[in-house]
């Protein structure tokens, strides 16, 4: 593959953008070399500046689903934008999305629209600090829930801490109030409340998590959690952002069987264009203005556009779109781990639904601690061997994988041929 272009673009781009681009993880730091840029996206695969077509992996991080410019979701914004883009005023296509949300996830009463997955998670713990009246938040090391100030806080190791910011810009008063606890660590959270269990207003999780790699729950730790909170009169909130619509139309509380206080919904459910929502309980949600104290507010907020998009998303996650997903999941799952165990190079392979990770580490990855652990340089040169090969896979090890409706089994078979060869070249 010649990635010329994409050079000379990123080469402008770095100029005018700080990274050449408008967030992260896109300019492949963590990989090394440059991003690639696209032109256009189709189904399961990208096109890029240079002339090239990807296998996508991605997924614009989660959104696409159904797979790339979905006809139905296309079609359905075409239609909409042409009665006027923005009306800074209520219109009924909200209501619709707010009482699709309610059926798909019973524990959402009430939701607010917002335009990204760090508004739906920044609001939601004001919300949760107001109805509570209480200020502290509990966040779990690896867990990432958008950049708001309070949230961008990494722990020390072992048993609570109070926050260290994770940014620059990040003033410790935003942070200190913010504690940290290692990720299915069941007796942390248990001797966590039993010392500061009054103070706390809310504990906010991913039920899955997409944002060390993917890493599933262990038995029992979100079921204890929301429990706890329950018990010392916390809000459990949990960041649905990636997994929402994902794991089941219903999220991982849906596959899980699971009732939290709140929940912060994001990617799929714009099916693309920035949309995001928080909500839960009535009794919370009331405490938002213009009803209750907390303010939170967006010019944007509930775009006609984006909502549309939205529900043309929701309309179409079958039963048959999730039975598909986990049919390519377990056929890709299983592939990886031929290639691993054929090469020889220790790694696991860890999935839930259609996202997944191939950790190189000795042993399953639980945590943080244990995800640090993961050699990097081999994740580099993986993910350079598959980039070769035409499979556009998340550029950092520690970010999960996302297949979508558009996928095939046999393009499982191929991101398998990819990386089993990859790994035979790392030998
Ligand atoms: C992506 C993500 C966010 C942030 O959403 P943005 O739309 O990028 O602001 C928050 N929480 C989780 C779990 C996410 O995966």
């Not at 614009?60 to 359905?76: C, D, K, M, Q, T």
């Not at 909130?237 to 069987?257: K, N, S, W, Y």
């Not at 264009?273 to 507010?297: F, K, N, T």
Request: contains cysteine.
């Amino acid at each position: 593959m010649n990635e010329n272009v994409s050079r000379a673009l990123h080469e402008r781009a770095s100029r005018r953008l700080p990274g050449g681009v408008n967030s992260p993880v896109r300019a492949f730091r963590a990989v090394g070399g440059s991003p690639i840029f696209f032109e256009k996206a189709r189904g399961a695969f990208l096109f890029s500046a240079d002339g090239d077509t990807y296998l996508d992996c991605i997924g614009s991080w989660g959104p696409a689903i159904l797979g790339h410019a979905n006809e139905r979701v296309v079609e359905a914004v075409q239609r909409v934008a042409t009665d006027g883009l923005s009306f800074g005023a209520p219109t009924e296509r909200e209501i619709v999305f707010a009482e699709r949300i309610a059926a798909l996830y019973p524990s959402i009463e009430m939701m607010r629209a917002v335009s990204s997955g760090t508004e739906a998670c920044m609001s939601a713990l004001r919300v949760a600090r107001g109805f509570t009246r209480r200020d502290v938040i509990v966040k779990f090391e690896g867990c990432y829930h958008g950049h708001a100030d309070a949230l961008l806080v990494k722990a020390g190791s072992g048993a609570a801490t109070f926050g260290v910011p994770d940014s620059a810009g990040v003033s410790s008063s935003a942070a200190n109030n913010t504690l940290t606890l290692p990720y299915n660590d069941i007796e942390a959270l248990r001797a966590l409340f039993e010392a500061r269990g009054k103070d706390i207003a809310a504990i906010i999780v991913e039920p899955v998590v997409g944002n060390m790699g993917c890493v599933p729950p262990a038995p029992g730790f979100l079921e204890t959690l929301i429990e706890l909170c329950a018990a010392h009169g916390a809000v459990s909130i949990l960041d649905e952002v990636m997994t929402g619509c994902r794991l089941a139309p219903g999220g991982a509380q849906q596959r899980f069987g699971l009732k939290p206080a709140m929940t912060c919904l994001g990617k799929v459910v714009g099916g693309g264009l920035p949309l995001a929502a928080y909500g839960g309980r009535a009794e919370i949600m009331q405490q938002v203005a213009p009803l209750g104290p907390v303010y939170q507010a967006g010019t944007l907020s509930g775009n006609p556009v984006a909502v549309a998009a939205g529900l043309a998303t929701l309309d179409q996650l079958t039963p048959a779109l999730y039975e598909h997903l986990e049919a390519l999941g377990a056929r890709l799952e299983d592939g990886l781990r031929r290639g691993l165990e054929a090469s020889g190079i220790p790694g696991v392979v860890q999935r839930v639904g259609s996202m997944i990770t191939l950790f190189f580490s000795e042993g399953p990855v639980r945590n943080w601690g244990d995800a640090d652990r993961c050699d990097r340089k081999r994740f580099a040169s993986w993910h350079r061997g598959l980039l070769e090969r035409g499979v556009y896979w998340p550029p950092s090890q520690f970010e999960a994988a996302f297949l979508s409706g558009a996928h095939t089994l046999d393009d499982m078979d191929r991101i398998s041929a990819a990386s089993a060869e990859a790994l035979q070249a790392l030998r």
